[in-house]
């Protein structure tokens, strides 16, 4: 008997040795990494910095011009009240969320398949994922969203299993994370309708629980996801009123399925100052050729089905579903000109898809799993490393802005006036110039702080410009960075 405890207690120790092991490399890897130390705020992350600098009363102003949720800025703006507003201090807030990401991934695949070596492979996977790691160093709410909906998923599928057919502790918490999530991003709508078509289907379809004792059940998690929802509600209805303006996201085409699996396993390029949607990674082969390997792959998996012990089964159409039903959502949504489908805002989705694939390895033979991950880690190797050394330099004009005199900063476009006026604080007063007000309906840029009128710019003026041909006899050249040329005004 005190060997048998003497062996659970030293295999336990080796499993928590090796848990936190992989845990602590993960977090290593995401803050080591150029993206997260190197690379500047590019303008997405720059709104982040801005609006959580702002006292509260402000920050909700904004808030309501924008066509986000609160939850992530106001958690964002408790963090940075604790350990800073700079850039690397607001990153590493996605950096935590990113480790209960994976802590939760760990517990929940340990109960799905109830084997520890296993799940050990698979957290090895997410953590080498360049997708997750992507948003595990961004300022943005999309880590944050992705761990809502994976423990949401978590809560889901011990209530499910267990059979549990009346309102319980498992159930309030799946109503409580899936009431956060839509309190992050909108883009949670689609997936709780998700969640509710496949609890539809597995309880009356396949379970034959009474429609009526269902119904009950889903009105309480209803009601409890509503109560959560309503103070935002009002504010949510302005933001649906007024709409978004994603013009800037392409329209899909049928192939691009290709393409988005090959970046849920490979990323995309991180965002940069000079603003832009990243691309995707370089590889090998281009992404919708690397894709359309990924799927045959996944359908040669397939093959391992009869292997899967019932619950792994279970999971892998629990996951399966939810994905192709919130895929379905946001081509439902597209064809009402949303122009939704991007890897941003897929990226919570993913696991899903990441996850349904670990489980077509998860037979008792581990070693079929081992051979899965590193195929993986190898195929990671080959790809095309982002170099951020030739960043637009906002760190170092914001020097240069400290010590010279000017009260005025002008900029050409709204990327370089919100990433600047991150990195330069609020000492000058900083400006857009709109010369057609072609940025005049941009929430995040209040219309009180756009100059049209070119003439009146005081002298003394600094002008932050991409366009390096730019000439005129009263201005000269103040600093050149490449990318970003700076000019004072120095006559009238």
Not at 49 to 68: C, K, S, T, Y
Not at 102 to 127: D, E, R
Not at 226 to 255: K, T, V, Y
Not at 403 to 414: F, G, Q
Request: proline share 4%.
């Amino acid at each position: 008997m005190k060997m048998h405890l003497r062996s659970w207690w030293e295999k336990k120790l080796y499993v928590r040795g090796i848990f936190w092991g992989i845990l602590l490399f993960a977090i290593l890897r995401a803050i080591g990494g150029d993206g997260f130390l190197v690379r500047e705020f590019w303008f997405d992350e720059a709104y982040s910095g801005n609006v959580v600098r702002m006292p509260w009363r402000e920050m909700f102003a904004m808030l309501q011009r924008d066509i986000h949720p609160p939850l992530y800025y106001m958690l964002l703006k408790l963090w940075g009240t604790m350990f800073g507003f700079g850039d690397i201090a607001l990153r590493s807030f996605s950096v935590f969320i990113y480790a209960g990401f994976l802590a939760t991934l760990f517990v929940l695949l340990k109960k799905i398949t109830n084997n520890l070596p296993f799940a050990l492979l698979s957290l090895v996977f997410f953590a080498a994922n360049p997708f997750v790691l992507q948003y595990a160093q961004e300022a943005r709410m999309y880590m944050l969203l992705a761990f809502l909906v994976l423990l949401a998923f978590l809560f889901f599928w011990q209530a499910v299993t267990a059979s549990e057919q009346s309102f319980s502790r498992m159930w309030l918490g799946f109503a409580c994370t899936m009431g956060f999530a839509l309190l992050t991003h909108y883009t949670a709508f689609i997936v709780l309708f998700a969640f509710g078509i496949v609890w539809a289907w597995q309880q009356i379809v396949r379970e034959h629980v009474p429609l009526r004792a269902f119904l009950l059940l889903a009105a309480q998690v209803g009601i409890i996801i509503f109560l959560l929802f309503l103070p935002w509600l009002p504010i949510f209805l302005q933001h649906l009123e007024r709409g978004s303006s994603l013009d800037w996201n392409s329209a899909p085409r049928w192939f691009d399925i290709f393409a988005y699996a090959h970046i849920f396993l490979y990323g995309t390029a991180q965002g940069t100052a000079g603003g832009g949607v990243p691309r995707a990674f370089d590889f090998s082969l281009s992404p919708i050729a690397s894709g359309a390997v990924i799927l045959v792959i996944f359908a040669i998996c397939v093959g391992f089905w009869g292997r899967l012990v019932p619950q792994s089964r279970t999971a892998f159409s629990l996951f399966g579903s939810l994905f192709l039903v919130t895929i379905t959502g946001f081509v439902f949504a597209e064809m009402h000109d949303t122009h939704l489908i991007h890897a941003r805002y897929l990226f919570f989705v993913s696991p899903f898809f990441l996850l349904a694939l670990t489980l077509l390895v998860s037979t008792r033979k581990n070693i079929i799993a081992l051979a899965f991950v590193a195929c993986y880690l190898i195929s990671i190797l080959l790809l095309q490393p982002q170099h951020f050394d030739d960043e637009y330099g906002f760190r170092e004009i914001s020097l240069i802005f400290e010590n010279n005199n000017a009260k005025l900063i002008v900029y050409s476009d709204p990327f370089l006036y919100l990433v600047s006026r991150f990195y330069a604080g609020k000492t000058i007063a900083h400006v857009l110039f709109d010369e057609d007000n072609e940025f005049g309906s941009w929430a995040v840029i209040p219309t009180g702080e756009l100059k049209e009128d070119w003439q009146s710019l005081p002298l003394g003026t600094i002008y932050v410009t991409k366009d390096a041909a730019f000439a005129a006899p009263e201005w000269q050249s103040l600093a050149d960075y490449g990318k970003l040329t700076l000019l004072q005004k120095s006559k009238l």
